[in-house]
Every structure is written in structure tokens, then in C-alpha cells.
């Protein structure tokens, strides 16, 4: 078990060297920042006075290691676009993009695995067939035009909800919140859905299928034989071991939902990190590229490790094998 | 006198609606079992023997169902039940041992809670006294250390102790029946003796009537009182396992016996019957043997075959049942 650990979190620093190669390389072959942070009117003087600022003048290998050691500390240098630190500028986006995805997270994770076991147990029923074929809409549908169609309805011919923005937040700490006022909540409804609605798709049709596989073996129509309540029988014997692929796959939509937040930001005007990383693209703004690049690798990595920890806690067989082994 | 069965089966049928037909599994199977009784089921695969076990625990998978006939368990009628009735009566009042120890207990749950949870759904009783009872339970299967063992996961017993855990499992509320479907076909010979005897045993002490379905003759000769030998979902014999396996009435009977190998010097070749029992929905008219029988006439082909009580000695369904010299 240990040393399953060690070996992972090795995995995961290897990991996150590539990644930092690929962010730091972004530097050096995407265009020049300087002519975009100086303008027309700019000395040579100006020039090599902001290189020597950035650190450009040094070899590769130097910036390399500087970008490792600095990026290691939370430190990606000063945004092109802003002249403030990237950090800084991430920590004040950060809170809108992780509410809005822990919101959508949690209603598809609570509604992927309730209409998943739904449409399992009820296999030939109206209400599964209904919900199978609504669940293909969810899953083919681009996830801006569910967006976009959500506004249109709700917000535009109801006029139900806030079509753009956050609402009012509140200050805790160093953290902005939506969750304490009511336009807050009620911002987030439309883009939590339009966000989680493709996940929760996803995982309602894994648990379904997955659902089905278990309840054909033999230890469920054994707990049939023993008169178990159907209840029990569906929600502790068969979804518990319908659970380890689906968390696999529930981990990885998890950090997407971070990570591809950007086009529910971009419908939404939410003010957050994907809306950042849009705009720092448009403006070649790579220490925030670069920034976010690595944060959400960082995450995908922490999630991936999560996930692998979740496994021995779900299944007793995998701590016994990796002894033998 | 003797005691009122614990089950009594009567002319039951199990139906499976197709496209093509409906095919009968089960076509009119009749039987009792008395307390402490073990009747063996045996036939080829097909033959409905795991189909009737299923039917009368209520464990029909869709679209098969019972179609006609009657289940009756300790006096009561239980094949038209409402399902939740019939779901305090399994487990409850019908224990099921299943063939695969391996597959048959939950991999992710603890086998102390698979037991306690089935004995508190059953009983009345505590947690702490769920716990005693599973531990009585285990112990009465011969699984040593049972007390330390109601924390072990399945993967951690061995293939015949999985199937002691089974047994507990399917006795633990003290059913009055037991129907095992195949209990040792998975298990190394070494350990299906064990299981045979374990199960003996246990019935024996308690009266708990057994339907031992198998496909092993050998088991039915060791365990069984009674033998059933059913072929494309009838009875095709029922009798004492010894006047069955020694004295065979029915040309079927016969010739599954004598497929049967023995230990004894100077074997004869092990005879075969010829071809392959037909599918349910290519059941030829009259007697369903009657291609394969050698004893087969014209009669056979056209009138459906007797029923067991025709026989003289009330034990084949068959127009020429064989004679044995006593």
C-alpha cells in the first residue's frame, strides 16, 4: 500500500515535469511578449531592459529550472497583459470556477447515480426509456448550445434566472463566495446545469450499464434467495460494486469539469479561471497560460491519486493482491 | 404414519413466452418432500431441474413463469404470493444453495455482515444477538475461528470453505427447506464429499426437507433418500435412490445409470444414449424420449406417456417400464 503510494506520487511528479516542459515551452515559441507588453513606442533601451526583467535573457535551461523552482513556490511570474502576478490573479479567480464546478460535480454525481440505478433497476419501464433517450440529447448536445438553449428559455422568454455573472458575493477570507446571497444561488443554477449536464449523463449511463452486469451475478440473486429487501439488495449489494468504475470515470470527469469550464464561463460571462485562460489566449498572455496549464494538471494528477486511494477503500481484494504481489 | 410433507409440488409448470412459442421447461412435475428428507433431482442439462428449483423459491428470471400447478410449502400455498410475501418466505422458511461458491457470496461485503444482515431480516433479534447466531452459524459449518472469521471478505476463504459460508448463509434462519441447485459441481472432489456430508448433516439434525438437484449421480447415491430423474421437463421416474440406480423402470433411468462409472474391477464400457435430449420447443409428440428410447413403439410416438401413478409400482412414466427379476 505504501509503496503503491510512493510509486504513484513519483508517477505524478514525472507527470507534472512534462507538463511543465510543455508550459515553459509555450514561452519560448509562442511569439515575443515583449513587442506585445511595450507597444510602438519602445526603446531598444526598454527592451532588453524588460527581457533582463522577465528573465529572458538567460539560456534555456536556466529559464527552465527558474520557471521549476518559482512555479514549485506558486510563483508564475507577472501577467503580460495585467503587469500583476499571476498568482495572485488565479487566487481571485479560483473561487467562481471551483463553486460553479463543485455544484455541477455534486448534482451529477447525486443525480448521474440515482437515475443511473433508476434506469437499471426499472430496466423495461417508460420513465428508463425516457430517461435514456433524453440522457442521448445530454450527452450529444455541445455544451454551449445547451447553454446558449437554456438562456433562450429561462432567461430570456421566462425570465426565471440571470442569463450572465455571478450575482452578489460575498468576502470570506481571501474567498469570494456565491453561496451566501440569494442571486449568488440563483446565478449558479443555469450554469451549473449546462456545466454538469453532460457529465451526469455520462455517469447516469455507466452506472446504468454497470448496474445491469452486477445485478446478473450470482451473489444478487443469492441475496434474492436469502429474502432481502429489494432496497438493500440494489443499493447496498449491487451499486457498491458497480462503484470502482464509475469513480474512475466520475475522477476523471471531475477534473474536466474544472479544467473545460472555460466554454460554460465564455456562455455565462462567469468570472472565473476558464473565462481568464480565454481572454489571457486571445492576448497572449502565456505566464497565465502556462499557470493555468500546470494548476490543472496538478489537479487531474491529485484527482487520478484520490481515485486510486478510493479503489482500496471500495474493494478489500485489491490490498490483498498487491501483498501477494 | 407419516409426517405431512414440507413440499408438495403439484403439476407444476413453468412457461417462457417467445416470439417462436411458448416453450415449457417445466411441464408438469409433481412430488412431495417429508421433513428430513433428501430428494435428489437429476437429469441432463435442460432438463428443468434448476428451472423447477427456481420456480418454487420464486426466483423466475422474465418472461418465464409459473403457468399452472401448485406450490404448496408446510401446508400453506406459496406459488400465487404477492411478491413481498414470497420474499419473507425465502431465506425465511427456503434456504437456496447456489453451484458457485465463488461467485455466490458478495465479493465487497464482509461475511459477517452478509450473515447478519440475512438473519435480522428474518428474526427478531439485536445486533449483538445477530452476531452470536452468525457465529453459531459458521461454527455449525465447521469453519474454525468463526468468531474471527465474521470480518473476513469472501477472497479470503478457500473454495469449499466459500461454500460452508453459503450453507450458514441459506440455514441461518432455519428455513424448512433447502433447495441446493449443484452445491459441489464447482468443487474439488476431495471437498464435495465434505459438502455432501456437511449437508446431510445439518438437514438430517434439523428435519429440513432437501431438493438436491445435480447432474451427479454419484451425489444423489451418496446423499439422497429419493431420486427425481426428469428429462425435457417431466418426470420421468421417481422412486427410492436405490431401487432407481439398481432396478431402473424407466428405459431413460436406465440409461443415465448406465453412464454411470464405477470403482469395481473388470468395468463394462459405460453405455451412451444415443443423440441429445431435444429443446423445449422441439419437444416431439408423445413420450419426449421416444426417439433416444430403444424400447420406443408406435404408441410411444403419438399418446403422451403415463403418469407416475399408472405404474404398478407408482414409480416411472412409461407405456413398457422395465422389469426387474426381484
Known amino acids: 500500500m505504501l509503496a503503491f503510494l510512493i510509486r504513484r506520487l513519483f508517477q505524478s511528479v514525472v507527470v507534472l515535469l512534462v507538463v511543465g516542459a510543455v508550459s515553459f515551452g509555450m514561452f519560448r515559441f509562442i511569439g515575443d511578449p515583449v513587442n506585445n507588453m511595450l507597444g510602438q513606442e519602445r526603446t531598444q533601451a526598454d527592451i532588453a531592459d524588460l527581457r533582463e526583467r522577465l528573465g529572458l535573457d538567460r539560456s534555456v535551461f536556466v529559464q527552465y529550472a527558474v520557471f521549476l523552482r518559482n512555479a514549485a513556490q506558486g510563483d508564475f511570474g507577472v501577467s503580460y497583459r495585467q503587469g500583476r502576478p499571476v498568482a495572485d490573479i488565479i487566487a481571485e479567480r479560483a473561487p467562481a470556477t471551483l463553486e460553479l464546478a463543485a455544484v455541477s460535480g455534486v448534482m451529477a454525481l447525486v443525480f448521474g447515480i440515482g437515475l443511473g440505478v433508476i434506469t437499471a433497476i426499472k430496466r423495461d419501464s417508460l420513465v428508463s426509456s425516457t430517461i435514456m433517450t433524453l440522457s442521448l440529447v445530454g450527452v450529444s448536445l455541445p455544451t454551449f448550445l445547451i447553454g446558449i438553449l437554456l438562456i433562450y428559455v429561462l432567461s430570456v422568454q421566462l425570465e426565471w434566472l440571470p442569463s450572465f455573472g455571478r450575482g452578489e458575493t460575498v468576502r470570506v477570507g481571501g474567498w469570494t463566495t456565491g453561496f451566501l446571497t440569494q442571486s449568488g444561488l440563483v446565478a449558479l443554477i443555469l450554469p451549473a446545469i449546462t456545466l454538469g449536464l453532460y457529465q451526469m449523463t455520462l455517469i447516469m449511463r455507466i452506472v446504468r450499464s454497470e448496474m445491469l452486469e452486477v445485478l446478473r451475478q450470482d451473489y444478487i440473486r443469492f441475496a434474492r434467495a436469502r429474502g432481502l429487501r429489494e432496497r438493500s439488495i440494489n443499493f447496498r449489494h449491487a451499486l457498491k460494486n458497480t462503484l470502482v468504475p464509475v469513480i474512475t470515470v466520475t475522477g476523471l470527469q471531475m477534473g474536466s469539469i474544472i479544467a473545460f469550464s472555460i466554454i460554460t464561463e465564455t456562455v455565462f460571462q462567469w468570472p472565473g479561471m476558464g473565462l481568464l485562460f480565454i481572454n489571457a489566449v486571445q492576448f497572449v498572455d502565456i505566464p497565465v497560460m502556462a499557470a493555468y496549464l500546470m494548476l490543472i494538471s496538478v489537479l487531474f494528477v491529485s484527482i487520478n491519486l484520490v481515485v486510486d486511494l478510493l479503489y482500496f477503500a471500495i474493494d478489500p481484494r485489491l490490498s490483498i493482491e498487491r501483498v501477494k504481489a | ?326
Not at chain 2, 124 to 141: F, G, H, N
Not at chain 2, 232 to 247: D, M, N, Q
Open chain 2, 1 to 326: 404414519m407419516t409426517p405431512p410433507p414440507v413440499l408438495s409440488v403439484r403439476n407444476l409448470v413453468v412457461a417462457i413466452p417467445s416470439r417462436a412459442g411458448i416453450s415449457r421447461p417445466v411441464n408438469g412435475i409433481s412430488y412431495d418432500i417429508a421433513p428430513g428428507e433428501i430428494l435428489g433431482v437429476v437429469g441432463e442439462s435442460g432438463a428443468g431441474k434448476s428451472m423447477a428449483g427456481n420456480a418454487i423459491i420464486g426466483l423466475l428470471d422474465r418472461p418465464a413463469h409459473i403457468a399452472s400447478g401448485e406450490v404448496w410449502l408446510n401446508g400453506n400455498r406459496i406459488d400465487n404470493l404477492p411478491p413481498d410475501d414470497l420474499r419473507r418466505i425465502r431465506g425465511r422458511q427456503i434456504g437456496m444453495v447456489f453451484q458457485d461458491p465463488l461467485t455466490s457470496l458478495n465479493p465487497l461485503l464482509q461475511i459477517g455482515d452478509q450473515l447478519t444482515e440475512t438473519i435480522r431480516e428474518h428474526l427478531p433479534m439485536s445486533a449483538a444477538q445477530a452476531r452470536d447466531r452468525a457465529v453459531a452459524a459458521l461454527e455449525e459449518v465447521g469453519i474454525p475461528a468463526a468468531a474471527e472469521r465474521l470480518n473476513s471478505y469472501p477472497h479470503e476463504f478457500s473454495g469449499g470453505m466459500r461454500q460452508r459460508v453459503v450453507i450458514a448463509l441459506a440455514l441461518c434462519a432455519e428455513p424448512s427447506l433447502v433447495i441446493a441447485d449443484e452445491p459441489t459441481t464447482a468443487l474439488d472432489v476431495s471437498v464435495q464429499a465434505q459438502i455432501i456430508a456437511l449437508l446431510r448433516r445439518l438437514c438430517r439434525d434439523r428435519g429440513t426437507a432437501v431438493m438436491l438437484v445435480t447432474h451427479d449421480m454419484g451425489v444423489i447415491a451418496e446423499a439422497a433418500d429419493r431420486v427425481a430423474v426428469m428429462y425435457a421437463g417431466r418426470l420421468a421416474e421417481l422412486g427410492p435412490v436405490r431401487s432407481v440406480i439398481h432396478a431402473p423402470r424407466h428405459p431413460y433411468a436406465d440409461g443415465l445409470m448406465g453412464a454411470m462409472p464405477s470403482l469395481s474391477i473388470g468395468q463394462r464400457r459405460l453405455r451412451q444414449i444415443p443423440g441429445a435430449m431435444p429443446r423445449p420447443s422441439r419437444i416431439p409428440p408423445g413420450c419426449a424420449f421416444n426417439p433416444r428410447c430403444p424400447r420406443a413403439a408406435d404408441k410411444c410416438r403419438v399418446d403422451p406417456p403415463p403418469t407416475l401413478a399408472d405404474d404398478p409400482q407408482g414409480r416411472a412414466a412409461c407405456w413398457f417400464p422395465m422389469e426387474h427379476p426381484a
